[in-house]
């Protein structure tokens, strides 16, 4: 860094008209290599594949993850070609989940799929539910729930939260709720079961920001299980059965269970779902033995 033109040190200050400047390295570029790895295959066709994606699979190669991703697997499934309308950095993805969240992720191969896949997922009408267990259990008639801004209730019990959320601004790898700026964000939650502690819900995405439904959730004070980031300290009470389960759930309990788009080149409506992994579904099971 150069402060009018001299080099700064670290005890450097800089004034009101001074002229600062930074050299920033260029991002180095990751190759994208096939790699034969083993997916779960729901749909394919000639323009798009649906994947049920493992936890701890990334989606696309970056500088912290080079392979063993999505993109990687896909490439060697399709013998090295995947739709180039997202430039080579982003080959066939129209949308993404986090690493540590499991569960239903569709693919272009032709570029008529993900100009068409990727204009539903822009205006929010490809349909996406996910599964999830949470601390606690979201309730209409909770006091705190009915005076927390952002939460409202719809018929049949429905939790909405509507938020914006930008960067952290501290950590810049964390999404925060924010009321001015950021992007507008809408999250619908049911109870699929409740688990006494915990519950199993539906999540239902309006919108698909990042971290979307880990940070809701957090907002809403019912926190995933597992996740590391935005579920806090919380725990199951000491001693409770199920409570070790949960304590020792090593990643966000949030699996994507349905995708429904149309198809961008025959124009029939898809609809595909994918049951819990095995990991969330012993968890499941520790839990309702505690509700028992």
Request: aromatic share 4%; charged share 25%; glycine share 12%.
């Amino acid at each position: 860094m150069r402060v009018n033109g001299a080099l700064a040190g670290a005890k450097d200050r800089a004034s009101e008209g001074d002229v600062v400047e930074v050299d920033l390295p260029q991002a180095a570029e990751v190759e994208t290599r096939a790699e034969d790895i083993s997916l779960v295959v729901v749909h394919e066709d000639d323009d798009l594949i649906v994947i049920d994606k493992p936890a701890g699979m990334v989606v696309h190669p970056a500088p912290g993850s080079p392979g063993g991703t999505l993109v990687n697997a896909l490439l060697h499934h399709f013998g090295g070609r995947l739709s180039g309308v997202g430039g080579e950095k982003r080959p066939g993805i129209v949308h993404r989940i986090d690493k540590d969240t499991s569960g239903l992720l569709v693919v272009a191969k032709s570029d008529a799929a993900h100009h068409g896949l990727a204009a539903q997922f822009e205006a929010h009408t490809a349909r996406r539910r996910y599964l999830a267990l949470c601390h606690g259990v979201p309730d209409p008639a909770d006091p705190r729930l009915r005076g927390l801004r952002g939460i409202s209730w719809e018929p049949g019990a429905v939790l909405k939260i509507t938020t914006r959320l930008a960067r952290h601004r501290t950590d810049r790898q964390r999404q925060a709720v924010t009321w001015e700026g950021g992007r507008h964000a809408v999250t619908r939650v049911w109870v699929e079961e409740d688990l006494g502690a915990a519950a199993l819900i539906s999540c239902r995405l309006e919108t698909g920001r990042t971290h979307q439904i880990r940070v809701h959730l957090a907002h809403a004070g019912h926190g995933l299980i597992g996740d590391p980031v935005y579920g806090g300290r919380r725990a199951m009470p000491r001693g409770q059965p199920g409570a070790e389960a949960a304590a020792a759930f090593p990643r966000q309990a949030l699996h994507a269970a349905e995708l429904g788009f149309v198809h961008p080149v025959s124009g029939v409506e898809m609809s595909f779902e994918a049951p819990l992994p095995d990991d969330m579904a012993a968890l499941l099971a520790a839990l309702q033995g505690a509700a028992r």
